[in-house]
């Protein structure tokens, strides 16, 4: 139902349409013109008797007088500059409401309505500080180990998604990913002209997908990306409220492109093989269906512990030794600060997500044994270069390393962290032998001092983001058969 303002305005465009004047309504309605007034301001809410009275003699229906859409432009414009001002930002500034008058110009309203929307896009960027980002990865992290980091209303929509194309094993092809990006009404584009700020653009209202000309590092790139946008379309999924809605809205596009990529359908016969032969291998895993090394031990992640029983950890770190992401279910302590956030802190040097770094052939992957404070685990460590050095690490309790293959290396460390004993407090003596006589600048991590990003979507410049859609709205429709 309308507000009442909304109300108000659509009984009074109702009314100066037929060219009635409020005295004649009140004629017509049998009530006070006083009355009318009041509900055509907003001000008081109409009983749903009168409420018909005035729709049969305004020649309308109740339900066009109760439709939420303000009836013109101006109203909608007026409408929100009456909600801003009632808003607490603008109240803590002591100033008085501004009321339109029929003399102040469309110009003038669009200006107060867009500053009243930047103030409130201020005070919404300064309310999402970084420790408030690092809660909402905090909450989503352990929400998906509650559920074993496994979606299977998305697992669905992943399987008809392929078996509506008839894929049923091994790599999506370009041609494939493009059917699918059909099926929902998408063609996608390849243009060199994205906002910087993007990874990929959909433009809903021409049904297109825009993203790079060349594959990002990695080779599934181009497809995740447009799986991705397509799982935009598929999870219906709207502006996001808040980054924590804007940080489950990108888990499950990643998930759904994840599930498209390597389907269930045969990824799980393939693990399960693996598992009977004893020779389970994130990279066998990757190599089967065209991706990354990282993008294979996320999915394993999803299927290892509902669909194979094998309980787990993954873990990504940067080459300074600092998490930029974790998931586990497996008992193993991740390092984690005062509000529960594993993200930019450092793993144990003896782990094998760091002690993969200092290896000098790094083709293959690195397997060892690590004891730690909860138990021992078998790791295997994967390292890569992008814009810098990083290592991916899938683990599991001692136990579940019979499944693996790489279980018989003989490398073995010993990790008491989080004692600080173990590889965060010098030797002894060292401290007092340097102190006063060195000093080093610290490396500071940029997001504890940035707050987040601003826009529709955190990250997204929106001007550029509207120049570029302006620039491409009336392009040629793209052949589908020429999409990718």
């Not at 030797?427 to 601003?454: I, K, N």
């Amino acid at each position: 139902m309308a507000n009442l303002s909304t109300l108000g305005r659509r009984i009074r465009f109702y009314r100066t349409r037929n060219g009635m004047t409020l005295d004649q309504l009140s004629a017509a309605c049998d009530t006070a013109t006083s009355q009318l007034s009041l509900i055509e301001n907003g001000k008081r809410e109409p009983r749903l008797s009168l409420l018909g009275v005035i729709a049969e003699a305004l020649g309308v229906s109740v339900s066009d007088l109760l439709r939420e859409e303000a009836p013109t432009g101006r109203d909608a414009l007026e409408i929100e500059l009456e909600r801003a001002q009632e808003g607490p930002s603008y109240r803590e500034l002591g100033l008085p409401a501004l009321r339109p008058s029929k003399s102040m110009s469309d110009e003038t309203l669009r200006t107060l309505v867009g500053l009243h929307r930047e103030l409130d896009r201020r005070a919404r960027q300064a309310i999402a500080t970084p420790e408030q980002a690092r809660r909402a990865n905090t909450d989503l992290r352990l929400q998906m180990r509650e559920i074993d980091n496994y979606l299977p209303e998305i697992e669905a929509l992943a399987d008809e998604a392929v078996a509506t194309v008839g894929h049923t094993a091994g790599a999506l092809t370009h041609r494939t990913v493009a059917e699918m990006a059909e099926h929902v009404g998408l063609s996608i584009v390849h243009t060199d002209d994205l906002p910087h700020s993007a990874r990929a653009v959909v433009d809903m209202e021409h049904g297109r997908i825009y993203i790079p000309p060349a594959s990002i590092p990695g080779g599934h790139g181009l497809r995740s990306l447009a799986l991705q946008a397509v799982a935009q379309t598929v999870l219906e999924h709207r502006e996001p409220v808040d980054y924590a809605d804007f940080l489950r809205q990108r888990l499950e596009a990643s998930y759904y492109a994840a599930a498209c990529l390597m389907p269930r359908s045969s990824a799980v016969p393939f693990l399960e093989e693996a598992k009977r032969d004893r020779a389970i291998a994130i990279d066998d895993f990757r190599d089967a269906y065209g991706v990354t090394h990282e993008a294979a031990a996320l999915r394993f992640t999803n299927l290892a512990t509902q669909r194979l029983g094998i309980r787990l950890h993954y873990v990504r770190v940067a080459g300074d030794g600092t998490v930029a992401g974790a998931y586990e279910n497996d008992g193993l302590p991740p390092p984690l600060d005062a509000t529960g956030s594993t993200e930019g802190e450092v793993v144990c040097r003896f782990w094998s997500a760091r002690r993969a770094f200092a290896r000098k052939t790094r083709t293959t992957e690195h397997y060892q044994y690590t004891d730690t404070p909860a138990g021992t685990f078998f790791e295997a460590t994967q390292t890569g270069i992008g814009s810098d050095e990083y290592s991916i690490t899938v683990g599991v309790p001692y136990a579940e390393s019979k499944w693996f293959r790489g279980r018989q290396t003989p490398v073995h460390e010993t990790s008491k962290c989080p004692d600080v004993s173990c590889c965060r407090r010098p030797a002894d003596g060292l401290a007092e032998r340097w102190t006063g006589r060195s000093w080093a600048s610290p490396r500071v991590r940029p997001y504890l001092f940035a707050p987040l990003p601003h826009g529709t979507y955190p990250g997204i410049d929106d001007r550029e983001l509207h120049e570029f859609l302006q620039s491409h709205a009336d392009d040629s429709p793209i052949p589908s058969n020429g999409a990718v």
